[in-house]
């Protein structure tokens, strides 16, 4: 498998074990790889975060892209461990939505 | 309010942090103006540069304090201005490299011996079709194998040109190794031991270390260490640290809260206290970290020298990427109690580093308590006084190598231990 596609494995398992700690039994995901990038969405349909949660979740997504911090660190994501790894997925793509509805539950849309 | 708004404005400024960084590189090149004359500071420079470089080779005592302030000074100087012109966001990871590379241009890295290596990653990344900014941190961290360089060049009995092309390419095949094996260390001990390029070097340097016992070739480095605390050093540091910390509160619109932020932090990988916290609330922490550094070596009556300054700038460092004095001080209170309790004193070189360089372990403390960092601490004292032979000291990263051993030993049992108290 080449890089690219380990990076995804990785993005994708943190954001599952994101939802899965917050009990959602109901995901949805997406992936669709264009010749200039990656789209990447995640929809826990039965998850309605609170505000709270959903600011924090926000702060911690909304971070700069590092392309030196992907490079070395990129591993780190996608385990079972409860740390800031949602930082290390929003340093390795560029956040293009987070949405909380009772309809829809929660959405996060990423790009890389 | 307006303050407030203006303050932030700055933080968020690359400008700013480039130059405050910058601003610290500078200082320490001026100290060592300060400290030796133009003849002794050139004079001990050629002597860093010729030396073998192995664990322990305090540059104080090699060069003078002059020459291993300018050295570090300028290394350090050099890669900020690498990551400036690559576009660079200076980051906690960013800044923790810069400081790394600071301390230990007092005592292993020089203008000679860190550019292989940096070149052999370059070079893996052109190999790779990738970008080189994908692995400029592990290029920098990576010179912790630079002795490799030094070694093959000055101390293997070559004549000095081929030497020169040996050590160049033995540091260049070296750095290529480096990218695809750090990447995969770092998930053995999943972020725990904040120092990984360390515990990556170490296996490497074991593996070199090796091949040559093999065929009877044993390294000429020896122990350099420098003895006593001269003044200069420490009022020279207790301002350096200190002016961090007055600084970080200039800058900082809010710098208790902010600095309350970081220390709620575990400091596992990645944790980048610049990001959540801001430049300000992260200075005050790096200067805190230094000044604690600076107060356990003089408390045990430990030396201040190349080797101890450069633990200490690199707990500072980390201040920014990790560590912060609660999670910090259980890793230095373990080493210290077994250190009473062994066949060592606890300011003897050994034990002294393993409490400052030791704080390679402080996720463990920030993730599962006091009572486990401290037994991280004991732990890791034992084994770092052992593994040191492997890598027969290429390694400038010790306590990363022996942290990595730590944390991948004492990790499943403490995420058992966690996971049953959960349930």
Same mark, same amino acid.
Request: charged share 15%; glycine share 12%; with cysteine.
């Given at each position: 498998?080449?890089d690219e596609n380990?990076?995804?494995?990785?993005?994708?398992?943190?954001?599952?074990?994101y939802?899965?700690?917050?009990?959602?039994k109901d995901?949805?995901?997406?992936?669709?790889i264009?010749?200039k990038?990656?789209e990447?969405?995640?929809?826990?349909?039965?998850?309605v975060?609170?505000?709270?949660?959903?600011?924090?979740?926000?702060?911690?997504?909304?971070?700069?892209?590092q392309?030196e911090?992907?490079?070395?660190?990129?591993?780190?994501?996608?385990g079972?461990h409860?740390?800031?790894?949602?930082r290390?997925?929003?340093?390795?793509t560029?956040?293009?939505?987070?949405?909380v509805?009772?309809t829809?539950?929660?959405?996060?849309r990423?790009?890389? | 309010?307006?303050?407030?708004?203006?303050?932030?404005?700055?933080?968020?400024?690359e400008?700013l942090?480039?130059?405050?960084?910058a601003?610290?590189?500078l200082a320490?090149i001026?100290f060592?103006?300060?400290?030796?004359?133009?003849?002794?500071?050139i004079?001990?420079?050629l002597d860093?540069?010729?030396s073998?470089?192995?664990?322990?080779?305090?540059?104080?005592?090699?060069?003078?304090i002059?020459?291993? =302030?300018?050295n570090?000074g300028?290394l350090?100087l050099l890669?900020?201005?690498i990551y400036?012109?690559?576009?660079?966001?200076?980051?906690?990871?960013?800044?923790?490299?810069?400081?790394?590379?600071?301390?230990f241009g007092?005592?292993?890295?020089?203008l000679?011996?860190?550019?292989?290596?940096?070149?052999g990653?370059?070079l893996?990344?052109?190999?790779?079709?990738?970008? =080189?900014?994908?692995?400029?941190?592990?290029?920098?961290?990576?010179?912790?194998l630079?002795?490799?360089?030094s070694?093959?060049?000055?101390a293997?009995?070559?004549d000095?040109v081929?030497?020169i092309?040996l050590?160049?390419?033995?540091?260049?095949l070296?750095?290529?190794?480096l990218?695809?094996?750090?990447r995969?260390f770092?998930?053995i001990?999943?972020?725990?031991?904040?120092?990984?390029?360390?515990?990556t070097?170490g296996f490497?340097?074991?593996?070199i270390?090796?091949?040559?016992?093999v065929?009877?070739?044993?390294?000429?480095g020896? =122990?350099?260490?420098?003895?006593?605390?001269?003044?200069?050093?420490m009022?020279?540091?207790?301002?350096? =640290?200190?002016?961090?910390?007055?600084?970080?509160?200039?800058?900082?619109?809010a710098?208790?809260?902010k600095?309350?932020?970081?220390?709620?932090?575990?400091?596992?990988?990645?944790?980048?206290?610049?990001?959540?916290?801001?430049?300000?609330a992260?200075?005050?922490?790096?200067g805190?970290?230094?000044?604690?550094?600076?107060?356990?070596?003089?408390?045990?009556?430990?030396?201040?020298?190349g080797p101890t300054i450069?633990?200490?700038?690199?707990?500072?460092?980390f201040?920014?990427f990790?560590?912060?004095?609660?999670?910090?001080?259980p890793?230095?209170?373990g080493?210290?109690?077994?250190?009473r309790?062994?066949?060592?004193?606890?300011?003897?070189?050994?034990v002294?580093l393993?409490?400052?360089?030791?704080?390679?372990?402080?996720?463990i403390?920030?993730?599962f308590?006091?009572m486990?960092?401290?037994i991280?601490?004991?732990?890791?004292?034992?084994?770092v006084?052992n593994?040191g032979y492997?890598?027969?000291g290429?390694n400038?990263y010790?306590?990363?190598?022996?942290?990595?051993?730590?944390?991948?030993?004492l990790?499943?049992?403490?995420?058992?231990?966690?996971?049953?108290?959960?349930e």
């Amino acid at each position: 498998m080449n890089d690219e596609n380990v990076k995804l494995l990785h993005i994708a398992g943190e954001l599952t074990s994101y939802f899965l700690k917050h009990k959602s039994k109901d995901l949805g995901f997406n992936i669709r790889i264009t010749d200039k990038m990656t789209e990447i969405s995640i929809n826990a349909r039965d998850v309605v975060l609170s505000p709270e949660q959903t600011e924090k979740l926000r702060v911690q997504m909304n971070n700069p892209r590092q392309l030196e911090v992907e490079g070395y660190y990129s591993n780190l994501a996608g385990g079972g461990h409860v740390g800031e790894e949602l930082r290390l997925v929003s340093a390795m793509t560029d956040v293009e939505e987070i949405s909380v509805s009772e309809t829809e539950g929660t959405i996060i849309r990423l790009r890389r | 309010m307006a303050l407030i708004e203006k303050n932030t404005k700055l933080e968020e400024s690359e400008h700013l942090k480039y130059t405050v960084i910058a601003f610290y590189c500078l200082a320490m090149i001026l100290f060592g103006f300060a400290v030796d004359t133009p003849s002794q500071i050139i004079k001990g420079m050629l002597d860093i540069i010729n030396s073998p470089d192995t664990l322990i080779t305090d540059y104080m005592m090699v060069g003078g304090i002059g020459a291993a =302030f300018i050295n570090a000074g300028i290394l350090a100087l050099l890669i900020l201005y690498i990551y400036k012109r690559m576009g660079i966001n200076l980051t906690g990871a960013a800044t923790a490299s810069i400081f790394t590379i600071a301390g230990f241009g007092l005592f292993g890295k020089n203008l000679y011996n860190v550019w292989p290596i940096i070149m052999g990653v370059w070079l893996y990344s052109k190999l790779k079709k990738e970008s =080189f900014r994908n692995n400029i941190l592990i290029a920098a961290f990576g010179t912790a194998l630079s002795p490799i360089v030094s070694e093959v060049t000055f101390a293997m009995g070559f004549d000095l040109v081929p030497g020169i092309i040996l050590g160049i390419i033995m540091g260049i095949l070296v750095g290529l190794l480096l990218p695809s094996l750090a990447r995969y260390f770092v998930g053995i001990h999943q972020g725990y031991n904040l120092y990984n390029i360390g515990f990556t070097a170490g296996f490497i340097g074991t593996v070199i270390m090796s091949l040559l016992r093999v065929f009877g070739l044993t390294l000429k480095g020896e =122990f350099i260490w420098s003895y006593g605390r001269p003044p200069v050093l420490m009022i020279g540091g207790l301002v350096f =640290f200190s002016s961090m910390i007055v600084l970080g509160f200039l800058i900082s619109p809010a710098p208790i809260k902010k600095l309350q932020a970081i220390l709620k932090n575990s400091g596992r990988l990645v944790t980048d206290f610049i990001i959540i916290s801001g430049f300000g609330a992260t200075l005050i922490n790096m200067g805190l970290l230094g000044l604690l550094g600076f107060a356990y070596v003089i408390l045990v009556k430990g030396d201040l020298n190349g080797p101890t300054i450069g633990g200490i700038l690199t707990m500072a460092g980390f201040g920014a990427f990790g560590t912060h004095p609660r999670n910090a001080l259980p890793i230095m209170a373990g080493v210290y109690i077994i250190g009473r309790l062994s066949i060592w004193t606890v300011n003897s070189p050994g034990v002294i580093l393993a409490a400052l360089f030791g704080t390679t372990l402080a996720p463990i403390a920030g993730a599962f308590g006091w009572m486990a960092g401290i037994i991280a601490g004991i732990i890791h004292l034992a084994i770092v006084m052992n593994v040191g032979y492997l890598h027969g000291g290429l390694n400038l990263y010790n306590n990363g190598f022996s942290g990595g051993i730590v944390a991948t030993i004492l990790l499943p049992v403490l995420e058992v231990i966690r996971r049953n108290r959960d349930e």
